[in-house]
């Protein structure tokens, strides 16, 4: 008897070529120089990155695409270290000095508005270049009793955001961020000078 054999077999192969996608992930992205100052001698010089709020990240949205109107003014704070226990996306204008997990520090005067003891300084922004934006001249916060500052803060939106310890107005939060080396110690008649960027 006879046996007959067949071997069969079968090899396919596949190549999946993907268009390339144009892709540009818009991150808006902002950071702080900060420098210190004492008696007229700089003693600290400070540069750290920023978070953006969600509230500030909604409004920049809605300005860009759903015809809400742009705020025109914004003003810069300090962050206190007394209380402090975290900055958080969810942050809000309405909750300074509430939920937030932290709270203004209010002793300086704001060398920008007459030397005022009322006013948050403000943030004197030029056009955009280059994908930024930022301030030619440093924001000047001339301080009036001794404390820690654990970092700033931005708002605009409203005319009473201009108000020290100011939350209830309808403003914005845009960003919060905490000196990358640590807490700063402040004295009376220190001055600290701040130059806020946001790139894109």
């Known amino acids: 008897m006879s046996v007959s054999q067949m071997n069969v077999s079968h090899k396919a192969g596949c190549n999946v070529v993907r268009a390339r996608k ?3 992930h818009l991150q808006p992205r902002g950071r702080f120089v900060v420098e210190h100052f004492r008696k007229g001698v700089k003693i600290g010089h400070y540069e750290f990155p920023n978070g953006i709020t969600n509230q500030g990240k909604n ?3 809605d ?3 759903h015809g809400v109107s742009a705020i025109t003014t914004w003003w810069l704070g300090l962050i206190s270290n007394s209380g402090y226990s975290a900055l958080a996306a969810g942050d809000t204008y309405a909750q300074i000095g509430g939920t937030n997990g932290w709270t203004e520090l209010t ?3 704001d060398a920008g508005n007459g030397n005022s003891s009322s006013t948050r300084p403000e943030w004197t922004e030029g056009a955009a270049s280059s994908q930024a934006i930022t301030n030619s001249s ?3 916060f001339d301080i009036t009793g001794s404390g820690t500052v654990k970092g700033l803060f931005l708002v605009g939106g409203a005319s009473g955001a201009q108000t020290k310890g100011d939350h ?3 403003a914005i939060l845009w960003a919060t961020a905490l000196f990358g ?3 700063v ?3 009376a008649d220190d001055q600290l000078k701040v130059t806020y960027t946001v790139s894109a």
Do not use: C, I, Q, R
């Open 22 to 24: 144009a892709e540009d």
């Open 107 to 109: 002793d300086y005067t």
């Open 138 to 140: 440093p924001v000047v």
């Open 168 to 170: 209830a107005a309808a």
């Open 59 to 61: 409004k920049l949205l």
């Open 63 to 65: 300005v860009m695409f």
């Open 185 to 187: 110690a402040v004295n």
């Open 181 to 183: 080396s640590g807490d």
